[in-house]
């Protein structure tokens, strides 16, 4: 076996105290620090991370980061909801093709196992907001209810197929990294 130098080990060293460093490594270091006194006196000298007073400030950080992406992503999907909603009686309305699947992909994606209350928001602002729209411009009549439904439809429609085109997504790029997230 080749002789590894005392700088490679001296780079090694720290991984090795830390725990991080593969079995290999750790062999190799021991190895080498049982005939060098000097590199023995270099593992001596260095004490292993003190990992338990980390990993509680690590995980603030960590719920932190993730609450202030969830305010985020859930701002954005209340915006996004009430600018398709107002877009319905302008001619905007079709920009809801492009806001409404992105809303539905996002609704999975932020609300996971309650994505159904995006669907049901969409639904009902976009609903109350047609039936005020027509009140408050003096066009209301009992047909109203209906066509605005259409439209609380409509929009659900699109919303679903942001979720077939979030979950092919997902699929098509190994959505592996979603099962960690919920952790």
Not at 71 to 97: D, E, H
Not at 142 to 163: H, K, R
Not at 167 to 182: I, Q, S, T
Request: proline share 2%; charged share 15%.
């Amino acid at each position: 076996m080749k002789e590894v130098s005392c700088d490679i080990i001296c780079d090694l060293i720290p991984l090795v105290r830390d725990g991080v460093a593969n079995r290999d490594s750790v062999d190799m270091v021991m190895g080498h620090i049982e005939d060098c006194e000097a590199c023995r006196q270099e593992f001596d000298a260095l004490n292993p991370m003190e990992l338990d007073g980390l990993s509680i400030e690590d995980e603030n950080i960590i719920a932190s980061i993730k609450r202030n992406i969830f305010i985020t992503q859930m701002a954005v999907l209340i915006l996004g909801a009430i600018i398709g909603v107002a877009l319905t009686g302008s001619m905007g309305q079709f920009y809801n093709f492009i806001i409404m699947p992105i809303l539905g992909g996002l609704s999975i994606k932020v609300l996971r196992g309650r994505w159904h209350i995006g669907f049901i928001a969409v639904f009902v602002l976009s609903y109350v907001g047609q039936v005020l729209y027509f009140i408050i411009t003096n066009q209301f009549t009992w047909g109203v209810l209906y066509g605005s439904a259409i439209y609380g439809m409509f929009y659900i429609s699109l919303m679903a197929l942001g979720v077939v085109i979030f979950g092919l997504l997902r699929f098509a790029f190994g959505g592996e990294g979603d099962k960690n997230e919920e952790g």
